[in-house]
């Protein structure tokens, strides 16, 4: 793939950066949306991608909700994100993991990598092996997983849609989560200990075995979770669940959980406003584990103080679904509106 074409790509969004790395070992892009707040940090996903189109179009996608994540987080971070093309159950050697490890390594400081889908703690320590600029790993400096933290974020937006849709509680409240890998499996451990009645589905029948420990979980097949009747839908998975095909059998009257990209098209955002959904934009509720890494490298890591910062993504999600009610604009407008409002004062501040 050429520079022109990445520079007409749909989702190019003005990215600062956009670079391949190409070798019979490893082919992976880095996307570094912007700086503008800081150096650009993000998660490095492994995944089999079907063409280099998709693994560019979800590299795009993912940086720019980075930079909007961190803006609305308040953590002085850019948005940056990589992927590894490839199945990780399969294609991932030490060779790999050190590739990768260099070729981040290769943009000096610019863009920071911890965990993601399809990459584990251990696979970025691996990374660490070659470069410097690597966050969220286990033990001495770097700290630990930031998945547990991003589950605490999510339950906070949970409990938050709950009581400005209905001004209850959580306990009682019924949420359906779609997938229970390293968030989703958190999360139903706090929404259970919280009082509500949780429903899961995952396609992993491992990471179910492991779920239904946990007291008083119901699980559903897969191809039911979408649709289930209950207060709340959780995506916990893979991007793009709510899709043309998904919207209309959404039962639940809030959309919150913490699966990057969770709308297909911005035009999902009106289809939910327009059939009375709450939706807790993603890149605001899931922000828990970027704050978690910023206090990670900023050496200032309490539980209180990170918790106490996490817990600030319930007021803001309070100011965008009001602001969203007042003016019947999609929670994810409002949301992006404030993300730029922040990014061009600091641009203009800078200039
Ligand atoms: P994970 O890979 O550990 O878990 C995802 C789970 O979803 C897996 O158990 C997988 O089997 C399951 N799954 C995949 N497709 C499914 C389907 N169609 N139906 C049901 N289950 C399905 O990933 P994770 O770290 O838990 O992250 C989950 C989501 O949250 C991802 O979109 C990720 O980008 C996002 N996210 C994660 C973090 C973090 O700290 N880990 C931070 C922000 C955002």
């Given at each position: 793939?050429?520079?022109?074409?990445v520079k007409?790509h749909?989702d190019f969004d003005e990215h600062e950066s956009v670079v391949?790395?190409?070798?019979?070992?490893?082919?992976?892009?880095i996307a570094i949306h912007s700086s503008?707040?800081?150096?650009a940090?993000?998660?490095?996903?492994?995944?089999?991608?079907?063409?280099?189109?998709?693994?560019l179009?979800?590299v795009l996608r993912?940086s720019r909700?980075?930079t909007?994540?961190?803006?609305?987080?308040?953590?002085?971070?850019?948005g940056g994100k990589?992927?590894?093309?490839?199945?990780?159950?399969?294609?991932?050697?030490?060779?790999?993991?050190?590739?990768?490890?260099?070729?981040?390594?290769?943009?000096?400081?610019?863009?920071?990598?911890?965990?993601?889908?399809?990459?584990?703690?251990?696979?970025?320590?691996?990374?660490?092996?070659?470069?410097?600029?690597?966050?969220?790993?286990?033990?001495?400096?770097?700290?630990?997983?930031?998945?547990?933290?991003?589950?605490?974020?999510?339950?906070?937006?949970?409990?938050?849609?709950?009581?400005?849709?209905?001004?209850?509680?959580?306990?009682?409240?019924?949420?359906?989560?779609?997938?229970?890998?390293?968030?989703?499996?958190?999360?139903?451990?706090?929404?259970?200990?919280?009082?509500?009645?949780?429903?899961?589905?995952?396609?992993?029948?491992?990471?179910?075995?492991?779920?239904?420990?946990?007291?008083?979980?119901?699980?559903?097949?897969?191809?039911?979770?979408?649709?289930?009747?209950?207060?709340?839908?959780?995506?916990?998975?893979?991007?793009?669940?709510?899709?043309?095909?998904?919207?209309?059998?959404?039962?639940?009257?809030?959309?919150?959980?913490?699966?990057?990209?969770?709308?297909?098209?911005?035009?999902?955002?009106?289809?939910?406003?327009?059939?009375?959904?709450?939706?807790?934009?993603?890149?605001?509720?899931?922000?828990?584990?970027?704050?978690?890494?910023?206090?990670?490298?900023?050496?200032?890591?309490?539980?209180?103080?990170?918790?106490?910062?996490?817990?600030?993504?319930?007021?803001?999600?309070?100011?965008?679904?009001?602001?969203?009610?007042?003016?019947?604009?999609?929670?994810?407008?409002?949301?992006?509106?404030?993300?730029?409002?922040?990014?061009?004062?600091?641009?203009?501040?800078?200039?």
């Amino acid at each position: 793939m050429n520079p022109v074409e990445v520079k007409t790509h749909p989702d190019f969004d003005e990215h600062e950066s956009v670079v391949f790395s190409s070798s019979e070992t490893l082919t992976a892009i880095i996307a570094i949306h912007s700086s503008e707040l800081g150096p650009a940090a993000g998660g490095c996903r492994m995944y089999p991608y079907a063409s280099h189109e998709q693994a560019l179009t979800d590299v795009l996608r993912l940086s720019r909700g980075m930079t909007y994540k961190s803006a609305l987080a308040g953590v002085p971070f850019g948005g940056g994100k990589s992927v590894i093309m490839g199945d990780p159950r399969t294609a991932k050697t030490r060779q790999l993991l050190h590739e990768m490890g260099d070729f981040i390594e290769s943009l000096k400081g610019q863009y920071m990598a911890a965990e993601d889908s399809g990459t584990s703690v251990a696979d970025i320590a691996a990374m660490g092996e070659r470069t410097r600029f690597i966050s969220g790993v286990s033990g001495g400096r770097f700290g630990g997983d930031p998945s547990p933290l991003t589950a605490y974020g999510v339950f906070i937006g949970i409990r938050e849609a709950v009581r400005h849709r209905t001004q209850a509680d959580l306990p009682g409240i019924s949420v359906a989560i779609q997938g229970v890998g390293n968030v989703g499996y958190h999360l139903t451990n706090l929404l259970i200990c919280a009082g509500a009645r949780v429903t899961v589905a995952d396609i992993s029948r491992q990471n179910l075995e492991w779920v239904s420990k946990i007291p008083g979980v119901n699980v559903v097949p897969a191809d039911e979770i979408l649709s289930a009747e209950v207060d709340v839908l959780a995506p916990c998975a893979m991007g793009g669940a709510i899709n043309e095909n998904s919207i209309y059998s959404i039962r639940a009257g809030i959309v919150a959980g913490a699966a990057n990209n969770q709308l297909i098209s911005k035009e999902m955002a009106d289809e939910l406003l327009y059939r009375g959904i709450l939706y807790a934009p993603d890149y605001v509720i899931n922000a828990g584990g970027i704050i978690d890494v910023y206090y990670q490298n900023c050496g200032e890591r309490s539980e209180d103080i990170v918790n106490k910062h996490i817990e600030r993504i319930g007021p803001t999600l309070n100011t965008i679904f009001t602001s969203s009610d007042s003016r019947r604009l999609s929670t994810q407008a409002v949301a992006d509106e404030m993300a730029d409002k922040i990014l061009n004062r600091v641009h203009h501040q800078a200039a």
